[in-house]
């Protein structure tokens, strides 16, 4: 079928990782009907194909909710696009940004990002535990390049599309704490990312 428009995967993937971690707050309060419409909209995500490149994580976090709370998917779409995220994947750590081998600023705040939400998931036994094993080892050895992209008073690169999002430049830091995944000293992530934070929030 053809594709969806952007908020579709992009709304499926916030609620799949809500599911993930708190259900009680998102899926307990309601009642079946309404779990029966939640359950039909997300598994649209496993009927209509996700942009090959970072989405295909919305696919990802979408299962790790369904997962959370008991609810079934289709397990072989989940593992295509778990293929098609290892194929991005350029060296030990880093990745191109689908066919058209882009590498931005998605790869640190996409895909290691959603790796280490993977990750953390896993700590709740969902998810698989060798691939968020690697997800782990391949952020631990991303975060010994990427912390040299940050200038001591918390600028970063200005590289690819990052003016954009601005606040999403320093998420994979907090990913890492999220995860437990303890690739540098912990103060000197906490000074990465906060610094970075207050940089961006002093400028127009």
């Keep these: 079928r053809g594709a969806q428009p952007p908020e579709f995967y992009v709304g499926q993937a916030a609620i799949g990782l809500a599911l993930a971690f708190c259900p009680e707050q998102l899926w307990e309060p309601l009642d079946s009907a309404e779990r029966d419409r939640l359950v039909t909209w997300l598994h649209g995500i496993f009927e209509y194909e996700p942009v090959p490149n970072n989405w295909q994580f919305f696919r990802v976090l979408v299962a790790l909710g369904l997962q959370r709370v008991g609810v079934g998917f289709d397990e072989a779409k989940l593992q295509a696009s778990l293929d098609t ?4 994947r350029i060296g030990s ?9 882009n590498v931005d600023y998605y790869i640190p705040f996409a895909f290691h990002t959603y790796g280490l939400m993977y990750a953390a998931a896993n700590r709740l036994g969902l998810g698989d535990d060798a691939q968020a094993e690697r997800y782990r080892e ?3 050895l991303f975060a010994d ?8 008073d918390g600028a970063a690169i200005p590289f690819g599309r990052s003016l954009t999002y601005r606040f999403a430049m320093s998420s994979f830091w907090g990913a890492l704490a999220w995860a437990d995944v303890e690739a540098l000293p912990w103060g000197r992530v906490k000074g ?11 400028r127009p």
């Design 85 to 88: 995220l290892e194929s991005y």
């Design 93 to 101: 750590h880093w990745y191109v940004d689908g066919g058209l081998g």
């Design 138 to 140: 391949r952020a631990a």
């Design 145 to 152: 390049d990427f912390q040299h992209w940050f200038a001591p």
């Design 192 to 202: 990465l990312a906060m610094r970075n934070l207050r940089w961006w929030a002093q």
